[in-house]
């Protein structure tokens, strides 16, 4: 966007100057909100319907950047992600197998999933148990979600104030990101789990 004209450049920016935010990923998301819809109204293509051609189509390219950018950033996991992408990395460099402290839990809880899919056809007082068992095995998923999304937010502050070496942080971010990426694959395949399970019992009921 033109400082002096207000007027959208068709330019390629980064997700942080497209919003006009400061490259760090610690942010506050009222912030992050009130930065996106503010340029959002100033770039949005209605403004500019009588413009030339080149300026509309450059308010087209800076919405859409807008948008890619808030959409990006608003989610910590997406933002850590990108973090790696500008210092020219990706998630699966040096981190292409399960972590050892999840390998465990994910066969365990994929042996859960196969147990009640096998009970369902056998009996509804086996199903109970193991619905039961399983809603604490999403409690519990749940829980080590939160405590990797506390160790996301650590490594984003250790980034901000610079106070560790990068290729130290970025290796630990990477375990952090690969980690909440398999508990949310987990916690997904038990949702879907313990709804198809209440949708076969309100049918036998």
Known sequence: MCRDCGAPL???LDY??????PRR???????LESAYYERGRRLHPDRFATEPEAVRDASLMSTALLTRSYRTLRDPV?????????RGEKLSDDNKQVPAELAELVFEVQEELAELRGAARRDRESVNE???ALHERRNALQLSMDEAQEELRKNFAKWDGQSADSAKLSLNLKAILSKVAYLRTLIRDVDRELE??????????
């Open 10 to 12: 068709a330019v390629e």
């Open 16 to 21: 942080f100057a497209a919003l006009g935010l």
């Open 25 to 31: 990923l610690t942010l506050d998301s009222r912030q």
């Open 78 to 86: 997406n933002r850590g992600r990108y973090w790696l992408e500008l």
């Open 130 to 132: 193991l619905v039961t």
């Open 196 to 205: 198809s399970s209440a949708l076969a019992k309100d049918k036998i009921l």
